[in-house]
């Protein structure tokens, strides 16, 4: 479902005629032109779409005598629209207000061409259409990658991102992150409306990152592209040394890179974790800086072997 006033607002929509229905029982992101269904051919006509009139429409429905195109209009009108948008600031006729009115279906005016309006619309309907889930933990942006930060209560993740946000990262989320999947292999998390914005510090309480770091110390959203997951150090336990391997953790069934980082008394979680995000960036890059020892080490050897 879409809420009508949200979908309006979001895409800087006029009203031309309203409409009582305050969701919209839309379930794709898709949006129909209908020009077909102008002509007279409605044996595919997704009438749950959004419907888009564009220049190329509006001119053949100009073209049509008065009685034609109300005729026309009536079939159309006939099935259950969430609502019609008028492109490039065309007006439309009085028989297509009227039967708008008398059907319920919102008539709404953009001033964008239409393929840029569509492309915004279908963004906004893939976000509030996409599965999402909550997850605990702290979301960041370092150095432009979106990062995770997991870990039992307590660990220290909060702690972390406070001192990633002093160094200059952004804030995304604290403690709770809403996850929505996009695309089939795109996560995008934000920090739900009313704890926005806010962290926990223990010992110290809520804190607000906004008022004393400023406006560019948070982000309303932000793809996952890394998860660090934060643990108390285990003495017999074995950490990765050389990074050679990658491991991965699945959200949503999208498979993100991930990272165990122990932690301990005296050492300096946010600078690791931002040299984790520097490290992926240059693997996204094509250089892996534990590859480049190992072809080091190998040629080392073969070259002492031919000595």
């Not at 959004?50 to 006939?78: D, H, W």
């Not at 259409?129 to 942006?141: E, K, M, N, Q, S």
């Not at 406070?162 to 995008?188: F, K, P, S």
Request: charged share 25%; hydrophobic share 45%.
């Amino acid at each position: 479902m879409i809420k009508a006033q949200d979908f309006i607002k979001e895409l800087s929509l006029q009203v031309l005629s309203p409409t009582t229905r305050e969701e919209w029982d839309i379930h794709s992101a898709e949006l129909n032109r209908p020009g077909l269904q102008f002509v007279g051919f409605y044996d595919h006509f997704p009438h749950d779409w959004p419907q888009v009139v564009g220049l190329t429409e509006m001119s053949y429905l100009e073209s049509l005598s008065e009685e034609v195109r109300k005729e026309r209009m009536e079939a159309f009108f006939s099935y259950k629209i969430p609502c019609l948008i008028i492109c490039r600031g065309m007006m439309p006729s009085e028989d297509m207000r009227e039967l708008a009115a008398a059907h319920d279906v919102a008539l709404l005016r953009t001033e964008m061409v239409t393929t840029r309006f569509v492309a915004q619309a279908m963004n906004y309907l893939n976000r509030c259409l996409a599965p999402r889930a909550t997850l605990h933990g702290v979301l960041v942006d370092v150095y432009g990658m979106g990062v995770l930060i997991t870990g039992e209560s307590g660990v220290g993740k909060s702690e972390a991102a406070l001192e990633l946000v002093r160094r200059g990262h952004q804030l995304v989320a604290d403690d709770v992150v809403d996850v929505c999947r996009i695309t089939e292999n795109r996560l995008i998390g934000e920090s739900p409306e009313t704890v926005r914005h806010f962290m926990e510090i223990r010992g110290i309480g809520i804190i607000d990152i906004k008022a004393m770091y400023g406006i560019s110390a948070v982000l309303t959203s932000k793809t996952i592209d890394l998860v660090i997951h934060l643990e108390a150090w285990k003495e017999k336990k074995a950490y990765d040394r050389l990074g050679l391997s990658e491991d991965f953790t699945t959200i949503m069934d999208v498979r993100v890179p991930q990272l165990v980082l122990p932690v301990r008394p005296g050492r300096n979680v946010a600078v690791v974790i931002e040299v984790a995000a520097r490290n992926y960036s240059l693997k996204q890059m094509g250089y892996s800086a534990a590859q480049e020892l190992d072809r080091r080490l190998n040629e080392m050897m073969m070259n002492a072997a031919r000595g």
